[in-house]
């Protein structure tokens, strides 16, 4: 599935951008029961805010991470019993796990424009990644989108400035009235919504961090814990982690042989992590407040069960922490 960091990325189908753009279309025009605010700016990008000056909400916040799928998935709230205190829980299914989770879904767009307290800097996700192919992952997905319209979420606190909104149209090689950004701050409940709603792409991240075969990983489904929000951004960006490293949980399947199955099952936990064991919040704190400074072999699921295909066979590690998780969200 890799191809040589010189090649460029050929354009496949299906396209992530035309199957999200009709969920795009029914957030706005639902934008007001959503608790939205929709509009225009000088250089014609639509921007959507679901945290900022608008309320937004759950549901928004769900139907925002199938945005972030690229139309290729479906996230839906059960309430269950595994978490007395958190019942309610974000379940994630795609028949296109690798595609959906890592090509779209992750936040791997690096986005900022001035410097200081006046710049801004956001991670981007969301289908609008594959248009632009600005990351070298998409190098190892072989993967390019062609499409008229574009879709970015942004987590952020901040209304981008037209400037970079402009480069960002240019990089997907559509006009800025085609482009709609998606703006969640951490601390809005359709932000914490959709980062918990990651626990799958999560996964994918840390098994291909783990140098495991993408195109051996054939089906996913995960859930996680609907986090409490909170006012500060330190921490609600350590309840909506915590949600994934103490209460997550995911089932792979894949089509390798059993050895590498095990073997993916054993390396992918958050439990695996040298900085396991404290809420994230207190992990970044302890880190200096930079993320390269943490164990990137911590952002994981909190339990993994991976099935190979050819035996029949299923392995599993990890385990839930409902203690970190109570530490985290009270």
């Known amino acids: 599935m890799s191809v040589t960091p010189s090649a460029a990325p050929q354009p496949r189908e299906p396209s992530i951008n035309r199957l999200a753009a009709p969920l795009v279309e029914d957030l706005v025009a639902e934008s007001a029961a959503l608790r939205l605010q929709v509009q225009r700016l000088d250089n014609g990008v639509r921007l959507i805010d679901a945290g900022i000056h608008a309320r937004g909400g759950i549901e928004a916040g769900r139907r925002i991470a199938e945005i972030c799928l690229g139309g290729l998935g479906s996230v839906e709230l059960a309430c269950t019993g595994t978490h007395a205190d958190w019942p309610w829980e974000l379940r994630?299914?795609?028949?296109?796990?690798?595609?959906?989770?890592?090509?779209?879904?992750?936040?791997?767009?690096?986005?900022?424009?001035?410097?200081?307290?006046?710049?801004?800097?956001?991670?981007?996700?969301?289908?609008?990644?594959?248009?632009?192919?600005?990351?070298?992952?998409?190098?190892?997905?072989?993967?390019?989108?062609?499409?008229?319209?574009?879709?970015?979420?942004?987590?952020?606190?901040?209304?981008?400035?037209?400037?970079?909104?402009?480069?960002?149209?240019?990089?997907?090689?559509?006009?800025?009235?085609?482009?709609?950004?998606?703006?969640?701050?951490?601390?809005?409940?359709?932000?914490?919504?959709?980062?918990?709603?990651?626990?799958?792409?999560?996964?994918?991240?840390?098994?291909?961090?783990?140098?495991?075969?993408?195109?051996?990983?054939?089906?996913?489904?995960?859930?996680?814990?609907?986090?409490?929000?909170?006012?500060?951004?330190?921490?609600?960006?350590?309840?909506?982690n915590d949600a994934i490293l103490f209460g997550g949980r995911v089932h792979l399947f894949t089509s390798c042989g059993d050895d590498e199955a095990e073997q993916l099952a054993r390396g992918m936990p958050s439990d695996a992590s040298k900085d396991y064991g404290r809420p994230f919040a207190e992990v970044f704190r302890a880190a200096g407040h930079d993320f390269y400074k943490i164990d990137p072999l911590l952002f994981a699921p909190a339990r993994v069960s991976v099935t190979s295909l050819a035996s029949g066979h299923t392995f599993h590690a990890g385990h839930l922490a409902p203690e970190l998780l109570q530490r985290s969200f009270t």
């Not at 480069?167 to 559509?174: F, I, S």
């Not at 999560?202 to 990983?217: C, N, P, S």
Request: hydrophobic letters at 40%; a negative charge.
């Open 92 to 240: 994630v299914r795609t028949a296109q796990p690798v595609l959906a989770c890592l090509g779209s879904q992750y936040a791997g767009w690096s986005l900022s424009h001035g410097e200081g307290k006046q710049g801004f800097f956001a991670l981007g996700s969301g289908p609008a990644r594959a248009l632009a192919c600005k990351e070298s992952l998409f190098n190892d997905l072989d993967y390019a989108d062609r499409a008229d319209d574009a879709c970015l979420v942004l987590e952020t606190h901040k209304v981008p400035p037209l400037a970079l909104l402009d480069r960002v149209a240019e990089q997907c090689g559509v006009g800025p009235e085609r482009l709609s950004i998606v703006l969640t701050p951490t601390t809005s409940l359709a932000g914490s919504v959709q980062v918990v709603a990651r626990v799958l792409e999560v996964a994918l991240h840390k098994a291909h961090y783990l140098g495991f075969e993408l195109d051996r990983i054939v089906d996913g489904l995960g859930s996680a814990p609907l986090c409490p929000p909170a006012s500060d951004f330190l921490t609600a960006m350590g309840r909506s």
